[in-house]
């Protein structure tokens, strides 16, 4: 099914009716934020990463979302145990493997976590998709990009045959991958670059799509345009990223089928 605003409110409009439970393992730096963001969409975060709690708390999640950020062994055991449950209930994960590439423990962590389960989206920047598929060294400054996200498709085709995942590149166009899919989304604003968190919040955004979209393209390709779609209107109103952050939230929380009609710009293999 290809991606369109009267889908993609129509996705906005359950998860605003059902208020699916996200269970977010997320790194310190965008806990505060990635809540307000599920919770702008219409969603209902929780952020648990004790090992102790995990596997109840997935039981009664409708989606799993686990991010690297930051990284410590306690939470990485708590990754797989949780992932694996999540696995077994036959719910969405999402995986957005923050920095992969910038150090090795940060990037075998993830190839062990890939290992374990496979996600349903990995959602990251096209220096984290490159690293992890090893088509080439992926140059990672931090969790900063620096390659552009089409340089990543073929990378993401392989790892989308290897694991079966809908691969989500974020970039200037972001690239939703899958056997089946390639789909192109061109929102989004320079500035958005600016506030630190916002790809970890595409990647909630995209659990919270998929926990009420079966198709899971479609889910990441619907998740990625209403960031994109939330952060352009936000920028047009921010003088800088302290008040488009403020922006964004009540922009998604105040979002309309008629602002995806007017504003939504994807294609199928957009380039």
Not at 26 to 51: D, E, I, K
Not at 251 to 271: C, F, H, K, N, W
Request: hydrophobic share 45%; aromatic share 4%.
């Amino acid at each position: 099914m290809p991606i369109t605003p009267e889908n993609t409110w129509e996705a906005v409009s359950t998860i605003r009716a059902q208020a699916p439970l996200i269970h977010n393992i997320t790194n310190y730096v965008v806990m505060n934020s990635t809540a307000n963001a599920l919770l702008a969409l219409g969603a209902s975060p929780v952020m648990a990463h004790a090992r102790e709690e995990v596997e109840e708390m997935v039981s009664a999640a409708s989606a799993l979302v686990i991010n690297i950020g930051t990284l410590s062994p306690p939470w990485v055991e708590s990754m797989t145990s949780a992932a694996r449950k999540a696995a077994e209930r036959r719910i969405p994960i999402v995986l957005d493997p923050v920095g992969a590439g910038a150090t090795s423990y940060r990037t075998r962590t993830v190839r062990k976590l890939l290992d374990a389960v496979a996600p349903t989206i990995i959602r990251g920047n096209a220096s984290e998709i490159l690293a992890l598929a090893a088509a080439e060294k992926g140059r990672t400054k931090g969790v900063d990009a620096t390659e552009h996200s089409s340089r990543a498709v073929e990378a993401a085709r392989r790892m989308s045959e290897r694991y079966g995942s809908t691969i989500c590149i974020s970039g200037e166009t972001d690239f939703i991958v899958s056997r089946q899919v390639l789909l192109g989304i061109k929102n989004g604003h320079p500035l958005m670059a600016r506030v630190t968190g916002l790809g970890c919040t595409a990647s909630a955004l995209c659990g919270a799509f998929a926990a009420v979209n079966p198709s899971f393209a479609l889910a990441a390709a619907q998740a990625m345009a209403i960031m994109g779609v939330a952060g352009e209107m936000a920028a047009e109103i921010s003088p800088g990223p302290g008040s488009l952050q403020l922006h964004f939230l009540d922009i998604l929380y105040q979002l309309t089928e008629e602002d995806l009609v007017r504003r939504m710009r994807t294609s199928p293999g957009a380039g």
